[in-house]
Each structure stands twice: as structure tokens, then as C-alpha cells.
């Protein structure tokens, strides 16, 4: 068997919130977002529902069709998921700079 080559491991406290929402759309939302200090304040959600998992941050937000291939869902369910994340996710944070 070959060696690995490791190119990080390493462990980190995190937090997640868990939020179960349903839009006008009737689509039911149940989210775990996690805060972690990997990816530059970005937020890694996932929906718990389909197992698909994104890091997002604002620029995600606005980049067009996004929410909607991520996640698999219509243009009006990606506008309410949107319109959610936008009040959690935050402004990135660049640390090693």
C-alpha cells in the first residue's frame, strides 16, 4: 500500500446552527450552518435534506444561478434560500494576510 500524502490535517472547534425554515414557495429548508475558521468567514451550509454542501459567502450570493446548481432547486426556491443566507453570512475575513 502507498504512503499518503497529507497536504493538511488538522482539527478545529466549530459551531453549527441548525434551521428548518419554509418560504412562500412551500419548500421546506432544513440547514446545518457551520462557522468555522477555514474558509476565510465564509459559511459551509448544507442541506440536510439532499446531503449537498457548499462554502458560501456574499460573493456567492450575488454570482447568478449559483444557489440554484448548488443546491439543486428552482429559481424561486434559490430566491428565498438566498434571501435567508444573506442575514447569516457574513463579510469575509482574509487572516493570513
Known amino acids: 500500500m502507498s504512503e499518503l500524502d497529507y497536504l493538511y490535517d488538522s ?12 418560504g412562500e414557495s412551500m419548500r421546506r429548508f432544513d440547514l446545518a450552518i457551520t462557522n468555522t475558521n477555514r474558509f476565510y468567514g ?3 451550509v448544507t442541506d440536510l435534506q439532499s446531503g449537498r454542501t457548499a462554502v458560501i459567502g456574499p ?3 450575488q454570482e447568478e444561478g449559483y444557489i440554484e446548481h448548488v443546491y439543486k432547486v428552482t429559481e424561486e426556491e434559490a430566491i428565498e434560500l438566498t434571501h435567508f443566507l444573506e442575514q ?8 493570513d494576510i
Open 59 to 61: 460573493d456567492d450570493l
Open 88 to 95: 447569516i453570512v457574513g463579510t469575509i475575513h482574509f487572516t
Open 11 to 22: 482539527t478545529e472547534d466549530t459551531t453549527t446552527r441548525f434551521v428548518c425554515f419554509v
Open 42 to 44: 465564509k459559511k459551509m
